[in-house]
């Protein structure tokens, strides 16, 4: 039953503080290219998490950052330049926390 253990790193503790949401849209042709584009999404150590979602967003990424500066580079570089990308919003998360659903 057990699907995954881990263990989470307080990222403040390893010099990235502030943490983001990011929505990515990818262009309407490039609709083939979601599982390479998550793939991609995986070896970039900012990624905390993300999500493939179905609706007017294609991915939700939780990212972690040491700046803002950082968070427009990572957005810049990594997704805005990518062109299977049609569009970003970011949101900046003032405060994280875990529900108490346990999938009983």
């Known amino acids: 039953m057990i699907k995954r253990f ?8 390893m010099g990235m503080p502030l943490q983001a949401l ?14 390479a584009f998550g793939k991609d999404l995986r070896e970039l150590p900012e990624i905390k998490q ?3 979602l179905g609706g007017a967003d294609d991915f939700l990424i939780h990212i972690t950052a040491r700046s ?6 990572f957005v810049l570089d990594h997704l805005s330049a990518n062109p299977a990308v049609a569009g970003t919003q970011t949101n900046l998360v ?5 529900g108490t659903a346990s999938g009983l």
Do not use: C, Y
């Open 22 to 35: 990011v929505s990515v849209r990818l262009r309407p042709g490039a609709r083939h290219l979601m599982n």
């Open 68 to 73: 803002t500066e950082h968070i427009r580079q």
């Open 94 to 98: 003032f405060e994280h926390d875990w």
């Open 6 to 13: 881990t263990i989470e790193v307080d990222p403040e503790a």
């Open 50 to 52: 993300f999500f493939v």
